[in-house]
């Protein structure tokens, strides 16, 4: 008998764990690479004495470290190991580790202050999740696995926490981090949990409003950027249909991957949208980018499990955790087609901008740009102005040649 083929004190539970993999959308060759793995990570088990019902998510990870990867694997044996114990959780052969008191000290005041976010701030899940993520972070820094202790805060925490994120290989390239531990602090204070608003000692980064032009590509350099990505076989016409989206009608790319199969009105031909701040909008669905659609979810949409539009291509086919997805995919276009981004960082942002752009350049006036951006400040669609070349010219005042000379 082959050392593959040697049952398990997993092997009871492989079959329940393939199944609910499988109506997952998980293909065969997939659950069969699993099995494969698992089995070795039983072996592993066997030898050292640990039986399934005692394994935890993090016991698991750790034990599968232990497991050198294999040109065969396709997922790393502890990210399989910790979604198997997840199936035994489910099943009740495994339960789940209680939790510490000074961890559900931590999750009831990261509860509460999502509540907060979602009812009295209404932010989009994809920003309470960073916000939440911040401020977890700051309170491990300063309290690691202790008892929360917020009356004792100072600003020289906060200035620690602050030098120590900002210190690390990657610094960040804007904002977000203090305005999101703003919002933190500001939740704490106002719920009497510290003494002091530290929302105040946290620095603000400087960015002058309005100083940086627009940056953009040409018409004919959007229009190679959004059709190269549909030659790729396997995820061509997602892709293709996602940029399209940006390249018509201006969404933004948290905006496209929050698109779901029921805001799209297909007989009066119009998308909702579902923009910032919780507003939503009507939206003219161009024929091209209704055929887009369409041809996605005929040829490669196979998802029966979320109603949202855009989703993974590999199993289990579920909704995009966030927009870095059409980064990528940019990239990947401004590669093939040799088309030069117009700055260092390739950031979806670039397709709004240029459609916005050439509809000035085109003649179309401001007012018609902010609602199709959809705009709440008429100083945020003003920026635009500045490539109204035709239009600056005729209100240029002429330069006062004669006076100087006098």
Known sequence: MELSDQ???????????????????????TLTNYRYLLRRFGRLLDAE?????????????????????????????????????????????????????????RCE?????????????????RTIYHVLRFADRFLDHRFGANMLA???????????????????????????????LRSFFQYLFS???????LALCVPRVYKSWGVRLPRYLSPDEVEAVVAS????????????????????????????????????????????????????DRLPIPSDVGEAISRYLQNERTSATTRT????????????KDSQIINDILKEAFAATGVKPPSPYVGSHVLRHSL??????AGASLEEVGDLLRHRSRATTMIYAKLDIDGLRSVAQPWPIAEVAQ
């Open 356 to 361: 916005a752009t050439n509809m000035v350049r």
């Open 309 to 320: 539009l855009f989703v993974t291509h590999r199993a289990p086919n579920r909704p995009f």
């Open 7 to 29: 049952t398990t004190c997993l092997d009871p539970y492989l079959v329940s764990f393939e199944e609910s993999l499988s109506s997952r959308n998980y293909k065969p060759e």
């Open 49 to 105: 004495g640990i039986a399934p019902s005692a394994l935890t998510p993090d016991f698991a990870v750790e034990l599968g470290r232990r497991l050198p990867a294999t040109p065969k694997s396709q997922i790393k044996v502890p990210n399989l190991a910790r979604l198997f114990v997840a199936h035994l959780i489910e099943i009740g052969v495994a339960t789940r580790p209680p939790l510490t008191p000074a961890q559900a000290e």
């Open 229 to 280: 990505v549909r030659i790729n076989p396997r995820r061509g016409a997602r892709d293709y249909a996602m940029l399209l989206l940006m390249a018509r009608l201006g969404l933004r790319a948290p905006e496209v991957i929050a698109i779901q199969l029921d805001d799209i009105d297909w007989r009066a031909g119009e998308l909702l949208v579902r923009g910032k701040g919780q507003r939503h």
């Open 191 to 197: 719920q009497g949990l510290t003494t002091t608003n």
């Open 109 to 125: 005041l990261l509860g509460n202050f999502e509540t907060y976010l979602i009812r009295q701030r209404g932010l989009s899940p």
């Open 150 to 180: 917020l009356s004792d805060l100072r600003t020289r925490d906060v200035v620690a926490f602050l030098e120590d994120l900002l210190g690390r290989k990657r610094p960040f390239r804007d904002r977000t981090p203090g305005t999101h």
